[in-house]
Each structure stands twice: as C-alpha cells, then as structure tokens.
C-alpha cells in the first residue's frame, strides 16, 4: 500500500515570495507521483506529473517538482508566486506497475497569498 | 470540465432519502473513479471502475452504490443518506494507457444531508 504525507496544512506566502511545498510518500514498490492544483470551488487540475526520467519535473504556471527517491520526496517550488496561486494542492502516488488503477492522495496544503 | 459532467451541482437531503450522482464522460475512457473530499482529508476513493459491467470497492464504499453499464456512464447511488455522507463528490476519467497515469476530474457535486 502506498501513503502521502504532506506536512504542511496551510502555506502563507508573500506575492512574489518564492514557495516551496512539501511531500513525502510511502511505497514498497516504484511509484509515479503527481500534483494536483484545486481553485475554489473547482475540481482538481493536474499541475505536473513524474513517470521517469529527469528527476526535476516543470508543470504549468510556473511550477516545478522535485522528485527524490533516496528521501521518498516530491515537492514543489514555484520561484515567484501569484495571488492566483492561491489555492489547494494535493500531492498523489500511483504504483508505476500498469494495471494498478488507483491514486492515494495527501491531505492537500492550502496556499494563500498574501498581496 | 476536463470531459467529465457532473449533475447535480448542489444537492440538500434529508436523513433516509435516496439519491443518484450523476458522472458522464465524453472521452471513451476506460476507467472512472468516485472520491469524496472532506475538509482536511484530502481526496478519499468510494468506488471505481475499469471499464463497463466492471466495479470495485475503494477505501470508503459503505453506504454508497454504483454501477458502469456504459463507457460514459457512472452514476454513483446513496440509498439512505446520513449526515456523515455530507461532502463534495467528484467523479474523474483517466485513459487505459501505459503512458497515461493521471485522471481528470468533474467540477463536483456539494452534498448536504441533514
């Protein structure tokens, strides 16, 4: 069985402040990993995703992911942020052996910015 | 909507009553999966299905029924609403492809049962 822990709840963060958000998973096997963006009251949006490969992963608006295998870590930076960044984000892990269909997802962090 | 609809928006029940949330996808995808989001939680599996007349159990199915007798279709049925069944709904799709792992999420439907 697979876990997400994302330490962090909630994330205040100066407009133009760079941010990093946290995650950190359990699995006995080789996963995929993703972030996921939720805006208020809005369904989730994928942010960025890592199969393989490059180890640093870059996503839309400006996001981009570390994944560490060594820390069992994914997390996420964005250098400068946005008030539109304000929003949740949820860490997820996925099996990489195919036919595993299911997603375990983190609490999620809420990220507010502040102007 | 990433190609999943998702009816009603809102919903208000009372303790007892039954109701269907409706999920259509309009991409011929394979797999589609039921979450409830509760606040603080994160994102909770109910059911899934891998392809049509094929459903599964997720981590929190009971009080909760679905069926897949179309690829686009996925409804998910409460048959005795209770007040810990309150929660926003989200239905997503996702490909039956080695080279896509991700699901695509419905806008979601906000529950009420009091």
Not at chain 2, 41 to 46: A, D, P, T
């Amino acid at each position: 069985a697979q876990s997400v822990t994302q330490l962090d709840s909630q994330v205040p963060v100066f407009e133009e402040a760079p941010v990093e958000l946290r995650c950190n998973y359990s699995s006995s096997v080789s996963v995929y990993l993703f972030w996921y963006v939720q805006y208020p009251n809005q369904g989730l949006q994928l942010l960025l995703k890592y199969l393989s490969g490059s180890t640093l992963v870059k996503g839309i608006n400006g996001f981009e992911a570390e994944f560490n295998k060594s820390q069992t870590s994914f997390h996420l930076r964005k250098p400068s942020v946005h008030i539109s960044d304000t929003a949740e984000y949820f860490c997820a892990v996925t099996p990489s052996n195919f036919g595993n269909e299911k997603l375990t997802f983190g609490t999620g962090t809420r990220l507010t910015i502040i102007p | 909507n990433a190609g999943v609809t998702q009816t009603p928006k809102f919903r208000i029940l009372k303790i007892g009553q039954s109701m269907t949330l409706q999920c259509t996808q309009d991409m011929n995808h394979n797999y589609m999966y039921w979450y409830r989001q509760d606040p603080g939680m994160g994102l909770k599996l109910i059911y899934y299905s891998v392809g049509a007349g094929i459903t599964d159990k997720g981590e929190v199915p009971n009080g909760y029924n679905v069926s897949r007798s179309t690829t686009e279709d996925f409804p998910l049925r409460l048959e005795l609403a209770a007040p810990s069944q309150t929660s926003v709904y989200f239905c997503a799709r996702r490909q039956k492809v080695r080279v896509s792992h991700e699901q695509y999420f419905g806008p979601g439907t906000r529950l009420t049962v009091t």
